[in-house]
């Protein structure tokens, strides 16, 4: 079965340093996986995804996210961090059906500083 | 072009009553889904839709209802509330066709609480 695992519930970094949000995944078949963020009393907005290809994703808002295979792993990382890139960040896989239907870690919340 | 939206946006209900959740899509996506959103659990699948009159049952769907009778529609309903019901309710979209990865758009969301 595919599961996503966000192994950090929150993770802290000072404006204007580099900030990495963890994924790892676990499927069968090729990996779909995409990343979303949701502002406090929002929904939840898409950010980037990984289909195939280059494994450097780049995505909204200036964030990009590194797939890598042997690790099963999908990061998210920006270069500079900014206050108002404070939210809650979702990785997700797709599962293996043909339904669309997306599995979702539970979730690691962001707080930037200034 | 709105996007998707949820009504209403907050709500309280007492044990054992009943309610419907609206969803509403105008990117004529085929796929729709509900999800249910816990502190810390991330989302849940409650049920989902490939197309106008096609439903199916997601991860959690006990307790709920669907109905999809025309593309753009696809309402959530709750027969009998129950306090473990409470939680923010998602209502998302996509167009999916054979070979797409096609992103899911999500709702502004409905915050529900049953007392």
């Known amino acids: 079965a595919q599961s996503v695992a966000q192994p950090e519930d929150q993770v802290n970094v000072a404006e204007g340093n580099p900030l990495t949000v963890k994924c790892t995944y676990s499927?069968?078949?090729?990996?779909?996986l995409f990343w979303y963020v949701q502002y406090p009393n929002r929904g939840l907005q898409f950010l980037l995804k990984y289909i195939t290809g280059d494994n450097l994703v780049k995505g909204s808002y200036g964030f990009e996210a590194e797939f890598n295979k042997s690790q099963t792993s999908f990061h998210l990382k920006k270069p500079s961090a900014l206050v108002s890139d404070s939210a809650l960040y979702f990785c997700?896989?797709?599962?293996?059906?043909?339904?669309?239907?997306?599995?979702f870690g539970q979730g690691t919340t962001l707080q930037v500083k200034p | 072009n709105a996007g998707v939206t949820q009504t209403p946006k907050f709500r309280i209900l007492k044990i054992g009553q009943s309610m419907t959740l609206q969803c509403t899509q105008d990117m004529n996506h085929n796929y729709m889904y509900w999800y249910r959103q816990d502190p810390g659990m991330g989302l849940k699948l409650i049920y989902y839709?490939?197309?106008?009159?096609?439903?199916d049952k997601g991860e959690v769907p006990n307790g709920y209802n669907v109905s999809r009778s025309t593309t753009e529609d696809f309402p959530l309903r709750l027969e009998l509330a129950a306090p473990s019901q409470t939680s923010v309710y998602f209502c998302?979209?996509?167009?999916?066709?054979?070979?797409?990865?096609?992103?899911?758009?999500f709702g502004p969301g409905t915050r529900l609480t049953v007392l």
């Open positions: 997700a896989v797709r599962d293996g059906s043909n339904t669309g239907k997306l599995i």
């Open positions: 839709s490939v197309g106008a009159g096609i439903t």
């Open positions: 499927v069968s078949g090729n990996p779909y």
């Open positions: 998302a979209s996509s167009y999916y066709q054979a070979g797409s990865y096609n992103e899911q758009f």
